[in-house]
């Protein structure tokens, strides 16, 4: 088989080839129907235009601010970055450092990355070393969480209400069009359609044959003894007896499955279950004012939201921010007990659980957002201040420990036991 026509699905190993594909179609596996690929509806200039349109307006959301709170003709606004700055004083640096992270940096890198790649491409050249620009933008993508920042900003909003006059500022509509453009971006990038270009821009350029035949023996990668790198989609073959190895094409390090993927998944689940009842019983805001003191956990900001005739948003607070971490764990305990004792039930829903989990996870930092940015606009002094509690610390750790659980967890590991009723 041609390697530039066989493929192999990054959730259950199986082999297959490439197929032609409509305008804004997309390839799933036969077997567990994961996306394999995609072909975007448009060109490399649709997706250079509106990532070029998205940082522009990500510079605006940065330098404006998000939203104002006025009292008694005193007005207290805020940017993004100075509410992260307001957490770090406060002594919170692991909140304003995550916040940091997942708002600031993370988009920021993922543009350049995607304008960085597509400017030559537009060209008709190929940028210099893509190998190490696409494997920052695959490693960076999942941490960008600005669509999570609205639903936050949103709820805040709803709280800030309750205390004094909001004032909403220019640059929650500009994350607003940012996250339009990111999402819009995102459907017409597709890195195996860059990887494609870039491999016949090499090969007209060198006049090169294209890549070797590699054959296969066995419905799986790992069976007919081929890598396939996570990072780029090429399968390549081992050096004799090796277990590791370097992908030719973009130079990511290669195992026919992740490193000690159980022992690592374990590692984190166990940690975020430990900080999960912390992150739920201690306060994730302490509220002083003249009236005194008071303390909220996660459940009573959800209590408030209900008491206070915002249900559909204490609905959205208590799955992200209860049910969903509660349920993640539960789910990752499941799919890597199942891995461990090779079960063979039902492998194609213990697949879509997987999935499901590298879906919702990001939305558990909704608290988090909601959090930075009440503690940021209500700084009135002797009327009332909001600081960040301990609760928000574990949280945000169960959080980034639930992310980091599903992305150790290697789900072919699922399928290898069935594979072994047909050896």
Not at 148 to 159: F, H
């Amino acid at each position: 088989m041609n390697a530039a026509r066989l493929i192999a699905c990054h959730e259950c190993d199986l082999l297959q080839r490439e197929t032609a594909l409509a305008s804004g179609g997309t390839a799933r596996c036969r077997r567990c129907g994961a996306a394999l690929y995609k072909r975007p509806p448009a060109n490399v200039d649709g997706a250079l235009a509106l990532t070029l349109a998205a940082m522009v307006l990500f510079v605006v959301a940065n330098t404006f601010p998000i939203v104002g709170l006025s009292v008694n003709g005193t007005l207290v606004e805020t940017t993004l970055f100075g509410a992260v700055h307001v957490l770090y004083d406060d002594g919170v640096w692991p909140i304003a450092g995550l916040v940091f992270a997942t708002t600031l940096l993370m988009p920021l890198l993922d543009m350049a990355a995607v304008t960085y790649v597509l400017l030559p491409l537009r060209t008709g050249h190929v940028p210099r070393r893509p190998d190490i620009v696409l494997r920052v933008l695959r490693h960076v993508t999942p941490w960008g969480m600005i669509e999570v920042l609205i639903l936050g900003m949103l709820v805040a909003l709803v709280k800030l209400a309750a205390i004094a006059s909001v004032v909403p500022g220019i640059a929650m509509w500009a994350f607003g069009a940012v996250m339009l453009l990111l999402a819009a971006a995102a459907s017409t990038f597709d890195p195996h359609d860059i990887w494609t270009r870039i491999d016949t821009a090499r090969s007209a350029a060198s006049a090169s044959a294209p890549a070797g035949q590699i054959s296969a023996s066995a419905p799986t990668a790992a069976r007919s003894g081929l890598f396939v790198c996570h990072d780029c989609g090429l399968l390549s073959k081992p050096a004799s007896h090796a277990h590791e190895g370097r992908c030719p094409r973009c130079g990511a390090g290669l195992h026919f499955r992740k490193p000690e993927s159980i022992a690592r998944t374990w590692a984190f689940v166990i940690a975020a279950v430990i900080l999960y009842v912390p992150a739920n019983l201690l306060p994730v805001m302490d509220t002083s004012s003249l009236f005194g003191a008071q303390t909220d956990t996660i459940m009573s900001g959800v209590v408030y939201l209900w008491t206070s005739g915002s249900w559909p948003l204490a609905i959205i607070v208590f799955i992200a921010s209860i049910a969903v971490p509660m349920l993640k764990i539960i789910a990752l305990v499941f799919l890597v007990l199942t891995a461990q004792l090779r079960w063979r039930w039902l492998p194609e829903r213990r697949t879509r659980i997987y999935r499901l989990v590298e879906l919702v996870g990001r939305w558990s930092m909704l608290d988090i957002y909601v959090i930075t940015i009440l503690v940021a606009l209500v700084q009135f002094n002797a009327l009332a201040t909001i600081k960040a509690g301990p609760g928000a610390i574990a949280f945000g750790a169960v959080v980034v420990l639930t992310m980091f659980a599903a992305m150790s967890f290697d789900p072919r590991l699922i399928w290898d036991a069935v594979e072994a009723d047909h050896e």
